[in-house]
């Protein structure tokens, strides 16, 4: 039965993370976390406040980087709602909010009349909005985030991309602590590695 024992024992140390490449992504020299999420999902909704403590407690050199993700057609509308509001500098104080709108009051924000509505309600700007939802830029950043998803292989929200090679999430992990703890040590691994 020793065959049989190998098999059923990686479960049980079951990995917290797995290397998806060696290279490092490329886009900054400061160590990213990229964190893929879609507003419509009930992970990426409770596992917001454990992204804050992680961001919280980021030393300098590391950033997140939210990449709101269109993986199905019905997921588009709330890409182009972050990026919107990214670029209109708004977005910090209306990201958690979205979430509670969507989840907890049941206001599923999928059209541009309803974020529009209730944007208003939180003193955003709705003309300026509407115009940056429709705007070729916003359009850009969608793309250049479904490149990104399709580059890491993303089939999943929310998953977590450590500095372009280690991938894991809530699936990985037993508890939110335990994926805060496992982000912090890839960190620290990559920070070491420079």
Known sequence: GLFL?????????A????QISTEKQQESNDIIIYEF?????????????TMDKIEADLDKD???????????DSWLPHAKLYYALKQ????DEVHNLIFEEIHI????????QQMAAFLGKHGIDTEEFKEKYNSFGTEARVKKSSNLARKYQINSVPTIIVNGKFLTS??????????????NLLVERERNSL
């Not at 419509?40 to 909704?45: D, K």
């Open 5 to 13: 024992t190998i098999l059923i024992a990686p479960s049980a140390y």
């Open 15 to 18: 990995q917290k993370y797995i």
């Open 37 to 49: 999420f879609w507003y419509g999902c009930p992970h990426c909704f409770n596992l917001e406040p």
């Open 62 to 72: 590391t950033k997140i980087v939210k990449v709101p993700v269109a993986l199905r």
């Open 88 to 91: 209109m500098g708004k977005i």
């Open 105 to 112: 009051e049941n206001n599923r924000l999928n059209t541009e």
């Open 170 to 183: 809530g699936s990985y992990v037993s508890s939110y602590d335990e994926l805060y703890s496992v982000v």
